[in-house]
């Protein structure tokens, strides 16, 4: 199935400025998760890997939540299922491709964010909340296991005592506590939120993007690569890096004294 992304009922997505905007977007339902947008999602996110002009991307929600996961009335209740069908065609399907994306990923977490939601926004570069939003690993408030690479995720972000017992308890995290756990890169006050998020992608999408793509790939490597082995692989994608125009051209500002004007190449 391919959408030319004119019909998105639970998305809305927009470019500009060489920035991809996507906003969860079923208010009602703090922008819960329903197979129409998983699909949505993918159309937005192969429209987005497909094009090199995009140097940021900007995942939010709309209205009070960012995304509470699952959408549970999807689900009869007092029934058991195969929920490994529906990780690998929704969820898992549209975090691979996530992770084909070049250009840095900044997640605006504009409220709450549960189960599939919270782990969704872990899995962009860089994560801002506003003050007022929380994390829940609400997982096994309904019997399940964290999923979106929770599992993986969060024992490197938070250390692996604090990974168990919010998994295990549920425990909403409050976006300041996210903060000082390493979860997230920042907690921002909800007034000033929406221009700080906007000064910061717009910032990152005049930065060198060669260099944010092989910054955001490396280290997600690092974790399967031994000592030696990533000595190996810094020198090779560094000598990529020095053959780019946003090297020289780095280089040359400083020496000139100038502020450089990347090309993102
Ligand atoms: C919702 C939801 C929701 C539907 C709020 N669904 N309507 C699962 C299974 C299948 C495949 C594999 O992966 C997964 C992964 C998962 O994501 S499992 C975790 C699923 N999510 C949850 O368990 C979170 C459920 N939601 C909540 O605990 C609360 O709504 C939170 C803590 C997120 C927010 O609480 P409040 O701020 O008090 O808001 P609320 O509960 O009043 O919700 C507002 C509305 O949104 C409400 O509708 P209503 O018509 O009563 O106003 C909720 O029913 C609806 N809503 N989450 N996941």
Redesign the pocket.
């Known amino acids: 199935m391919t959408s030319d992304l004119g019909n998105l009922t639970t998305i809305e997505f927009t470019k500009e400025n060489q920035v991809a905007t996507i906003v969860l977007n079923r208010p ?3 922008n ?2 329903s197979a129409a947008m998983h699909q949505e999602l993918y159309w937005v996110l192969t429209n987005i890997a497909n094009d090199d002009s995009i140097r940021c991307v900007l995942l939010t929600g709309a209205g ?2 960012f995304c ?8 009869k209740g007092g029934e058991k299922m195969d ?1 490994g069908e ?2 690998e065609n ?2 898992n399907k549209n975090l691979r491709l996530l992770k084909t994306i070049h250009a840095p990923i900044v997640c605006a977490v504009n409220g ?1 964010a ?4 919270a782990n969704i926004a872990l899995n962009c570069d860089i994560v801002v909340a506003k003050k007022s939003a929380k994390f ?1 690993q ?2 096994s ?2 019997g ?1 296991i964290p ?2 690479n929770g599992t993986w995720l969060l024992p490197k972000l938070v250390g692996l005592a604090r990974a168990k017992a919010i998994a295990m308890l549920g425990t ?1 995290i409050l976006a300041e506590q996210a903060v000082d756990w390493g979860m997230i890169y920042e907690a921002v006050d909800d007034e000033v939120f929406d221009t700080h998020v906007s000064d910061l992608v717009d910032t990152l999408a005049k930065r060198p993007t060669r260099a944010l793509t092989f910054i955001k790939n490396i280290f997600d490597e690092s974790y399967g690569n031994p000592y030696g082995a990533h000595l190996d692989r810094e020198r090779d994608v560094q000598r990529v890096c020095g053959l780019t125009h946003d090297f020289a051209e780095g280089v040359a500002a400083f020496k000139e004294k100038r502020k450089p004007e990347f090309k993102g190449h």
């Open positions: 009602d339902k703090l819960a998760f009070r939540g509470a996961g699952q959408d549970l009335d999807e689900r929920l529906k990780l929704g969820y709450v549960a189960g599939a939601g829940i609400a997982f408030s309904i399940l999923d979106c909403p």
